[in-house]
């Protein structure tokens, strides 16, 4: 069997930001790496949005906007995001560039196969797809595993699924100077329920019906609530240029506990997904560059874990989400009405203060949140 350094089981974003961010450390020359994917991710399969003070990314990103809309039924606030800028990368930019760069690297190897079994034996690890068998040093694994939480119920797990469409239309009723964060002016019917818009020209943007509940719809639901959102902008006549789908977990289930001395569990199946808002491609950057950073003075990956305050914060949120979904709304309006966006931002950035978090903290509805704490900290829950 032929032995790697490293292998990755999955190639998806954190796969390929760990291995981008190890090529540009030039830490890792004298490292072989193998990725396995049954996917050659040579298609534009979703789209990532991202705030961010700085230019990561600059080069793909695009578009990028410096103003955001949140809206209900009866309200509407236009967020000035400076110093930040919100981005839209999509899925086939950020892949082409990883792999152009990794192409040009000698000790990195991609596998289009898929993989069926992997595990530590002893000081190494054994990788099985459905045609060969590896052995490496340690495994650096994105497969999700979505039993691991199902199978318990401490901590809740909701989704962030939706469904949207990249159209052209004939009118030009788009703002491209702002997105559309959030608007739960959409029918909440017992869920959290809302449209996020990205426009990219007056005539064209991406439609996303996006809810975070527990439980999945049919897909003639998310596309009708589109056709209707579509209709209620002014909008007769467009064409659909594109679709994506996605169902991203929210939890706060602790995934580091499956970490062994060398498996490394990362992407969503490792916790790096923010568990409240379920943004990926920043927090992945984070946890990356995190995972870089360890691997230069220890090699038990079974020490890589961080379990601080935001932690604690996102499963109240979650806690609270769960137990009364039908007011995520008012949850999510009582954060923007008043509420400083960069400050709101930063927050969910997890770089604030203890007390920039109180002023963050104060807005929401106190007691939905106390009586998370309370169950909480007596083992309620």
């Known amino acids: 069997m032929q032995h790697y350094h490293y292998i990755f089981t999955g190639s998806g974003l954190s796969t390929l930001m760990t291995v981008y961010e190890m090529i540009l450390s030039r830490k890792f020359e004298d490292k072989t790496m193998l990725l396995i994917d049954e996917n050659p991710k040579k298609t534009n399969d979703r789209t990532w949005s991202f705030w961010d003070e700085n230019d990561a990314f600059a080069s793909i990103a695009s578009k990028k906007w410096n103003s ?3 809206a209900d039924a009866y309200f509407k606030r236009d967020l000035t995001l400076i110093p930040y800028h919100y981005k839209m990368v999509r899925g086939l930019d950020f892949y082409t560039l990883v792999f152009d760069l990794i192409s040009k690297q ?26 060969q068998s590896f052995t490496c040093n340690q495994i650096f694994n994105s497969i999700y595993m979505p039993e691991l939480v199902k199978s318990q119920s401490k901590y809740p797990l909701l989704q962030q699924h939706f ?19 959030m608007d739960f002016s959409v029918e909440q019917r017992g869920n959290t329920r809302f449209m996020y818009v990205l426009p990219t020209s007056p005539t064209e943007a991406l439609l996303e019906y996006t809810l975070f509940s527990a439980d999945l719809l049919p897909k003639e639901e998310y596309e009708n609530e589109i056709e209707k959102y579509i209709a209620q902008l002014g909008i007769s006549e467009y064409e659909i240029v594109e679709k994506e789908q996605g169902n991203i ?13 060398n498996i490394v569990n990362i992407g969503s199946v490792g916790g790096w997904t923010k568990a409240s808002t379920g943004y990926t491609f920043k927090n992945t950057i984070k946890k990356s560059k995190q995972l870089i950073g360890f691997l230069a003075s220890d090699s038990d990956f079974r020490k890589f874990h961080k379990k601080d305050k935001f932690w604690f914060y996102d499963l109240l949120f979650l806690d609270v989400l769960y137990r009364r979904n039908d007011l995520g709304s008012s949850v999510f309006l009582s954060l923007f009405k ?20 109180l002023q963050v903290i104060l807005k929401c509805p106190k007691w939905l949140f106390i009586k998370s704490f309370l169950g909480r900290s007596m083992g309620l829950r």
């Open 68 to 70: 955001a809309l949140f």
């Open 106 to 131: 000698n000790n990195i190897h991609f596998l289009h196969q898929k993989v069926i079994d992997f595990k530590e034996v002893g000081e190494h690890c054994v990788v099985k797809t459905d045609s």
């Open 338 to 357: 008043k509420g400083k966006p960069s400050l709101i931002f930063k927050f969910l950035d997890e770089e604030t203060s203890f007390l920039e978090d």
């Open 249 to 261: 977990p929210m939890t706060s289930y602790p995934f580091w506990k499956h970490n062994s001395k």
């Open 163 to 181: 469904i949207g469409w990249f159209i052209k239309s004939k009118e030009a009723v788009f703002n491209e100077n702002q997105v559309t964060f």
